[in-house]
């Protein structure tokens, strides 16, 4: 499985360091992939949400334990495929 893909990602758009070897990051992201969400599909929503939430108040939570949570996960992914893709949310990055 991907782990560092997605992280750098993360870091690359919300200008943060995590580290793609921290085993709670690995679970999470673990517990994505066994939902059978694809590389793709975190990169997509990691993207949504920085375009949501850079240079807000919600800025904080770009962070893996609130992107890749599950009770967050499948929320966050749905307002990426349905609504990034209708209004291209300012921010928002393609793949």
């Known amino acids: ?23 709670s990051t690995q679970r999470l992201l673990n517990g994505r992939y066994r939902e059978k969400r694809t590389l793709e599909d975190i990169k ?24 890749f949570n599950i009770r967050n996960f499948e929320n966050y992914y749905q307002e990426a495929i349905h609504i990034g893709n209708e209004n291209k949310v300012k921010g928002f990055k393609e793949l």
Do not use: V
Not at 3 to 20: H, K, S, T, V
Not at 44 to 67: A, D
């Open 44 to 67: 997509k929503t990691i993207g949504y949400m920085c375009g949501q939430w850079m240079n807000t108040k919600m800025e904080k939570y770009l962070r893996p334990s609130t992107l």
């Open 1 to 23: 499985m991907n782990f560092e893909e997605p992280i750098r990602y993360l870091n690359e758009l919300a200008g943060r360091n995590f580290d793609w070897t921290n085993k």
